[in-house]
């Protein structure tokens, strides 16, 4: 597999939220507009590129029966190095995600690519998956925040160009189901042509 | 009088499945048949509330009482695998039956990050339940913590039900599995909405 | 791939990782927490900021006891004088706790309010922090001459529209943010 088809495919073929049905719970929670979609996704991003490099490089080390163990450890570093900047320079988007950032840990996306991909590839090649697989996330999330802020608010990125309040349900927790139903449908309906 | 809103809240107002949208992953995993969706919440209910209990504990007694809340994740979701594993080996020794019927859902466990979050929420959250707005004491956080998991429970099993009948009906192609399923929980989500404001 | 596991390699190997991510952390940690702790005071100081008029000094946090609570609140002053006081108040909205900075200068008017923090519904109790009109009408509510409750309840509070709830507990903030103002006065003469 070339590098470039390394980052592709994590974008379309191996969606994580569209194809793999993984991590659904952030995907859920954070997307009530396009801008808590994306910065969800790059928090993951984050936290999956660099898991996944610091796994692929120990994972040599590591004996078998402990490895799921020294993997959640990895991770929830990278995570709480993330909850600290985040709290640090962004307070404002640490506050929204909440409780979503220290949930990056139990994300099955990240430890999904650790057991699947980075303990038995390179460095280098890890970091692609991570950032192929995270791109993907957080495309599929900022599709799904700008289809929920345009039909809840009116509005894309914070920008109104419906005034009054738009369908208020589809930023609450039923919208959430629905809309990641429908967008689901409509990726079977495109992509597995 | 306290206890009853924590159960309310927690068990309706706000479900912790279809409000806060907390271990989805294995809600729509498994609860294909009633019979593992069962399963599945007893082991989930379970282990919450254990969790919870060492959790709150280890937070209170260790992490803050000598300053290292910044291991507040690393140790939690440690203590959380630990804790499972401990019970699926316990749980094979004592009760085997008991075993055999949510054995093999606690490995599932260590990753549904509904365990996890309410481990956190419950020590990081001020929660009110009708008093000025407050930490949780030990006592408030267990019963918290297991009505959140009978609530858990409650959407669980009531999904499984649709989705068996689901299952029997004609569903377009591209709606079939994994769509279908979300939009059945939207309309669920919905109904739940119903209950919101019922509890501050 | 892997090493064969024994118990020796794989203490050793849980017990490197866990110190030298522990060790990582602790750094980490000790790096930010400057930045953090000035992020919270920054923040913390444009609320009080957004609530007081310009020109005073403000003092340190202050905690007064009223009616069985407490609350926190900062002192601006002018010339020697108290001229405003900024009290944070915390009531349960529609989703859970709704908490307000709120600023009252020393003849007992309203200058301003905030939201510190808040659980409500997006779209309708949440716009507590942006409707304008809503946000608005506390500057310079007089507090003597104007009851506070919401029209609803025979008040001087314009409700934001459908979320009722939110708009009572936004305003038993200020009732009580008022009371604390009273009793700081209070001991004040």
Known sequence: MSKLQLFTKGILKENPTFVLLLGMCPTLATTTSAVNGLSMGLATLFV???????????????PDKVHIPVYIVVIATFVTVLQFVMQAYVPGIYATLGLFIPLIVVNCIVLGRAEAFANKNGILDSALDGLGIGVGFTLSLTVLGIV????????VFGWKFISGDGMLAFVMAPGAFLCLGYLMVLFNKIAKK | MEYLL?????????NILLSQFLGVCPFLGVSNKLSTATGMSGAVCFVITLATLVTYLINKYLLVAFGLEFLQTIAFILVIAALVQ???IVLKKVSPSLYAALGIFLPLITTNCAVLGVAINVVTKEFTF?????????????????ATSVGYGVAMIIFSGIREHLAMNDVPKAFKGVPIALVSA????????GFSGLVK | M???????????VLFTVCFVCSALLAGVYAVTAEPIANTNAAILAASINQVLPEGGELSEAQSAEVEGNT???YVSTKDGKPFAYAVKSTTVGFGGPLVLMVGITSDGIIYGTSVLSHAETPGLGAKCTTDEAFIGQWMNFNPIEKKLAVKKDGGDVDAITASTITSRAYTLAVENAVKVYKSIKAEEE
């Open chain 1, 48 to 62: 999956l590129v660099l898991s996944n490099m610091a796994i692929s490089a120990i994972a040599p080390y590591v």
């Open chain 1, 148 to 155: 929920r802020e345009i039909l809840g608010g009116g509005s």
């Open chain 2, 6 to 14: 924590i159960i309310i809240s927690a068990i309706f107002v706000n």
């Open chain 2, 86 to 88: 401990m019970v699926e």
């Open chain 2, 130 to 146: 009708g008093l000025p707005s407050h930490m949780l004491s030990l006592t408030e956080a267990v019963v918290y913590a297991f």
């Open chain 2, 186 to 193: 939207g309309i669920l989500a919905l109904a739940f909405m």
């Open chain 3, 2 to 12: 892997a090493v064969q596991s024994n118990l020796k390699n794989m203490a050793l």
């Open chain 3, 71 to 73: 609350y926190e609140y």
